[in-house]
């Protein structure tokens, strides 16, 4: 396929915004930035959602300004190419804000918004668990924070999925650490090490009523990577949710459990990769879907080489095809996101550049995985953990892009859109 590159610059987000257009169909592929709600507030951990009415959430975690170790999670909505203004859905100084287990949001048919946050739950450098919210007016209020941990547990809980589990019943999965205490209580893989005297992080599902009651809790699976995020697509039979997995001989590829009629499916690796490492990689899956279509997408290094590999459904996650190879090499970081709708899939990624990082981003038609158009999105002056994680969401036939970039030191919330057009239209 012959591909026509042009590129400017935007200066305000660091971005390239570039057009690709294909011969045979004269489509073309345009990024434009996107400006956000957060502004040039001292911001990251961002979150990106779709609402039952189309509508997208932003949430993000904002140092205040009185004090460094002081955090305010806030909200925002994105309707009718407006954004409404931020609100706060919690603040203190007890949260645990990390760049890859970050807050969530998600809006459900009745009119709910249910958030989660972080917070402190000991003196350890682990101790931490998850705090659950609703909120019954558009978010200018919030319920009293829910613990979903058990009472007076320590260690860590979270890397959390949030779904619409019944009309007006949240459904939520994390990664739990109750068994993977040692007899003195401390954390066996505070280190993310091997298998030791402690037990293995656990995947966990529960379901809360509208009351914000716990309803349900399942043991998903026995064994999991102890700190690459999870992430949840709902299909027409259920919620598909994908982690990394952990065998007893370190073999961390990815699975997905799916619920149906029949509660929940047993674990099911989406392709044996055969990736065997003894640490955790905090390198999570991504995961969209459309109908009883289904793709995953995720790192690896099966093989020596990093890459970011893709794979379909036909059946809600059932079966699935064998994985293409999206990205290969030596400076493909991963930290992938995904995003769906009835014709397409929109795969971002990370990668190293000379100063910094690249955001990229693939698309591909839904049927077939045929690749339509790759992009650089973004030049990132971020360097390491700080970009943290890409947010990717399905908007108006096209995708919105949000991340983390370090702006005079500080981190500050970037955003672009990618829309289809036509190549005569291009100016």
Same mark, same amino acid.
Request: glycine share 10%; aromatic share 8%.
């Given at each position: ?136 007016? +558009?978010? !200018?209020?919030?319920? &009293?924070?829910?613990?979903?941990? =058990?009472? $007076? #547990?320590?260690?860590?809980? @979270?890397?959390? %999925? ?8 949240? +459904?939520? !999965?994390?990664?739990? &650490?109750?068994?993977?205490?040692? =007899?003195? $209580? #401390?954390?066996?893989?505070? @280190?993310?090490? %091997? ?14 009523? &509208? ?217």
């Amino acid at each position: 396929m012959h591909l026509r590159l042009l590129s400017r610059c935007m200066p305000a987000a660091a971005a390239l915004l570039v057009s690709l257009a294909a011969s045979a169909d004269d489509a073309a592929f345009v990024v434009e930035p996107w400006p956000l709600a957060a502004g040039d507030a001292v911001a990251a951990q961002p979150d990106l959602s779709t609402a039952p009415d189309g509508a997208l959430l932003l949430s993000w975690i904002e140092r205040t300004p009185q004090a460094a170790t002081s955090h305010r999670f806030r909200v925002v909505r994105f309707a009718a190419q407006h954004w409404s203004e931020p609100r706060d859905i919690a603040a203190g100084s007890d949260f645990f804000v990390n760049w890859a287990d970050t807050p969530h949001t998600l809006a459900l048919a009745d009119g709910s918004v249910w958030a989660h946050w972080l917070r402190r739950n000991g003196d350890g450098p682990y101790d931490y668990g998850i705090a659950l919210v609703r909120s019954d007016d +558009g978010g !200018a209020t919030w319920s &009293a924070p829910q613990r979903v941990e =058990p009472a $007076g #547990a320590k260690l860590d809980y @979270g890397f959390v %999925a949030l779904w619409e589990h019944a009309p007006g019943s949240l +459904g939520i !999965a994390w990664l739990d &650490a109750r068994e993977k205490a040692t =007899p003195d $209580g #401390a954390d066996a893989h505070a @280190g993310h090490a %091997a298998h030791g005297a402690g037990g293995a992080m656990t995947l966990r599902a529960g379901s809360y009523s &509208a009351r914000i009651e716990p309803t349900r809790q399942w043991r998903l699976d026995a064994s999991t990577c102890d700190c690459c995020p999870t992430a949840v697509a709902m299909t027409r039979e259920g919620p598909v949710l994908a982690y990394r997995g952990r065998s007893a001989d370190e073999i961390r590829d990815i699975r997905v459990v799916r619920f149906g009629r029949d509660g929940w499916s047993a674990p099911q690796t989406v392709h044996d990769d055969g990736w065997r490492v003894a640490g955790c990689p905090v390198n999570g899956p991504g995961i969209a879907a459309s109908g009883a279509t289904l793709a995953v997408a995720w790192y690896t290094e099966a093989g020596g080489a990093p890459s970011v590999r893709l794979a379909r459904s036909d059946d809600a996650g059932r079966r699935f095809s064998a994985p293409r190879t999206v990205a290969e090499g030596g400076a493909i970081i991963g930290h992938v996101a995904l995003a769906a709708d009835a014709d397409r899939l929109w795969l971002a990624w990370l990668a190293s550049a000379e100063h910094g990082q690249t955001l990229w981003l693939a698309v591909f038609d839904a049927a077939d995985l045929r690749e339509r158009a790759r992009l650089p999105v973004a030049q990132l002056r971020a360097s390491g953990a700080a970009s943290g994680l890409p947010r990717l969401a399905t908007l108006d036939g096209g995708a919105a892009l949000v991340w983390t970039d370090v702006v005079d030191g500080t981190p500050r919330l970037r955003g672009a859109r990618l829309r289809e057009t036509r190549t005569r239209d291009l100016p």
